[in-house]
């Protein structure tokens, strides 16, 4: 046989197999599963998100296909949820049915099926467990991490100081300050605003977060069998986390050199109690790579929303002053000038309670939500969803549903108040997501949001370097999530 028969056979024999494996990918029980486009082999539906963010490219969708649609990201078949109803019923009325995280080839090669935040079965129940009760040991939604929250502002508002009333961008600091915090429960210290090592390792997430956007990422997502061998920003992002995990082991051994059982600081202490008290269980999860990736993964989640929430929060109301100002004329009625806000002021401030919950449904930092995947064959609403179906609970159709919000396209605080100028809440409000995968720092979260925003407007008045007109509230994309575009202002010290 001929060397150019021999490479047409071998063509067809691999271009037959590849399409029957991508049948089978994206084939099943359609006839059950929600309507939606027609996938093609390989492809999937990838040129129906050509050109779009991924929200956008499945809001579009949804009006065509309905709320709950089925589409196949190259040979990976997704389902599609969106508008409040459907996503309640998803995450809370079946929680059970959608509390899976979906295998990601991007997590199978970083954190390696240990950790938290890609786990399932009882390695995520023990870590989850024992992460709750250890993080409210020490101190979460109680006076003492009230206390270090508060000191850390103190930090931050020193810092801010030295910027003498000139514009700057507050993203540095606030993700520092913000750091700190969980740094002091997980870590047992607070790193300096100048620290080297710690500027490393924000830039490294930072880094990592733009880095899922790119084109081999996403293409190492869909195919990570053939792209794994290919030159590619794919390695540069594993190769940042391998420096993220070594940053955190370094910190776990200097733990082991001075670890007393007897009196635990933080924690990473808390957690080689647990190893030891485990020693000989065969079915423990509790060892040091878990421990490793772990710390990782609560670090990274009690870092970056808060500060981003922040970051995006200011911007809103140097665009918006007259909010500003009717946050600040609470602040002096119920806190007055000189005193620190605690959390005691919150409940009888439903203005800056509204301004903050107005703030994360508007900015809605998580569009598409976090995926989940079926733990079983499931049913929902007439279809029948496959276990480990992958699913995306659209967030920003629940935070900009029209029938739970009456003006859900514009800032308007009143969102979150009744006639009568009461705080309201609103069951369609999931910044930290709902059901069994609700973010566990969600109760840390919404004390430092309420304590950095009212100490900074108590602190300072915010001066826009341009009209206000101009100003772009826009949001940028990185990977699943939001940034706020880059903006500066002036930040000026109030009179006491």
Not at 377 to 392: A, G, H, Q, V
Request: contains cysteine; aromatic residues 12%.
């Amino acid at each position: 046989m001929d060397l150019g028969l021999c490479i047409s056979v071998s063509l067809m024999f691999f271009s037959t197999l590849l399409f029957l494996i991508v049948r089978k990918n994206t084939s099943g029980p359609k006839q059950s599963l929600p309507p939606g486009p027609r996938p093609l082999p390989l492809l999937g539906n990838l040129l129906h998100l050509k050109g779009e963010t991924l929200v956008n490219a499945f809001l579009k969708l949804a009006d065509k296909y309905g709320q709950v649609f089925t589409l196949h990201l190259g040979p990976r078949r997704v389902v599609v949820i969106c508008g409040y109803n459907h996503v309640k019923k998803a995450l809370v009325d079946q929680a059970e049915d959608f509390a899976a995280k979906p295998d990601f080839a991007i997590t199978d090669r970083t954190s390696k099926g240990y950790g938290i935040a890609f786990t399932n079965g009882n390695r995520w129940k023990q870590l989850r467990r024992f992460s709750l009760m250890t993080l409210r040991n020490f101190g979460m939604g109680k006076c003492s991490i009230e206390e270090r929250i508060q000191e850390e502002i103190s930090f931050l508002v020193e810092e801010i100081k030295k910027t003498k009333e000139m514009p700057f961008n507050p993203g540095f600091f606030l993700k520092r300050s913000v750091s700190n915090i969980i740094c002091s429960i997980m870590f047992g210290k607070r790193y300096e605003y100048n620290d080297e090592e710690f500027h490393k390792l924000l830039d490294l997430l930072n880094e990592n977060l733009r880095l899922v956007d790119s084109f081999w990422v996403q293409m190492y997502s869909l195919f990570p069998s053939v792209v794994k061998y290919l030159w590619g920003s794919h390695n540069l992002l594993f190769e940042n986390y391998k420096k993220q995990k070594q940053f955190v082991a370094k910190i776990v051994e200097d733990h082991e050199k001075s670890f007393d059982p007897s009196s635990p600081r933080d924690y990473i202490d808390a957690f080689l109690i647990k190893i030891l008290e485990d020693k000989g269980n065969l079915n423990s999860e509790f060892h040091h790579e878990n421990l490793v990736v772990t710390a990782l993964d609560i670090f990274f989640a009690g870092t970056e929303t808060t500060s981003v929430t922040l970051q995006y929060g200011l911007l809103l109301l140097l665009k918006f002053p007259h909010v500003e100002k009717k946050i600040n004329e609470e602040i002096l009625q119920v806190i007055g000038p000189n005193r620190s806000p605690c959390m005691e002021h919150r409940s009888q401030m439903p203005y800056t309670e509204a301004v903050i919950h107005e703030i994360q449904r508007f900015i809605d930092i998580v569009p598409i939500g976090i995926p989940r995947a079926t733990t079983r064959d499931t049913k929902f609403n007439e279809y029948n969803i496959p276990k480990d179906t992958f699913i995306f609970p659209v967030l920003n159709s629940v935070h900009f549903d029209p029938t739970q919000y009456k003006d859900p396209e514009n800032f308007n605080p009143n969102h979150f108040l009744d006639e009568n100028e009461h705080f309201k809440r609103n069951d369609a409000f999931m910044p930290f997501s709902a059901g069994k995968r609700i973010c566990i720092g969600e109760g840390l979260a919404r004390m430092e949001l309420f304590l950095f925003l009212t100490t900074i407007l108590q602190n300072f008045s915010i001066k826009a370097p341009t009209d206000v007109k101009e100003i772009d509230i826009s949001p940028e994309y990185s990977g699943f999530g939001k940034m706020p575009p880059y903006y500066e202002f002036c930040l000026l010290p109030r009179s006491t």
